[in-house]
Every structure is written in C-alpha cells, then in structure tokens.
C-alpha cells in the first residue's frame, strides 16, 4: 500500500509538471507567427498491459496537450499516438514514455 501511496503522489507532481510544460510549449507555438511544430505519428509497443492500463495510459497521454492517442491495435499490441513533435527520433518518444509512464501505469491501474 505505501509503494501505491508513494507512486501515486510521485507520480502526479511528474503528470502536472508534464501538462503544464506542454501547455506552455503548444500556446507558444499556436501564438507564434513561425511554430516549431513537427506532427507525426508514434506506435507504442503496450505488451503485457491490460486493458485497464493501456485505457489508462492513452488517457494519460491525451491530456497532455501536444499528443493525442488514435488507435490501439489489439493483434499487434500497439498504441498509435498523435504528437505535434516528433523532432526526437521515434524510439526517444518510444522510450520516454516507457521511462517516464509504463511502470506507475502498471503500479496504479
């Protein structure tokens, strides 16, 4: 119960940290006359998920301004994502998200 605790709050000072920061990335760019955008679309590798937590992580990642999940192939385990910057290659995007998201989703869902 106290790893769950200690994961929750962790956690949730991380996901506003990361809303806010993206907030303030995409106003800049919709208010810029010259934005820094480059669109893309990103599959992510959910294995070993259930249904509950890839709910959860595509949730997670939609309300992070910036991304927007489309898709989950169920045959081929894979979540597509919508993503306003793809300016790091697709396996960075890939790993950030296993580092940052796969094992507070796995704990708290």
Known sequence: ????????????????KEVVISNLRVARDVLSPDPDLKPGIVGIHVDGYSDRQIWALASLLTMTPGTISIEVDEAKHVLYLHTLYTEQSADDLRAQIKRDYERPVRILF
Do not use: D, E, G
């Open 1 to 16: 119960m106290i790893k769950w605790i200690f994961t929750a709050v962790a956690f949730t000072l991380f996901y506003i």
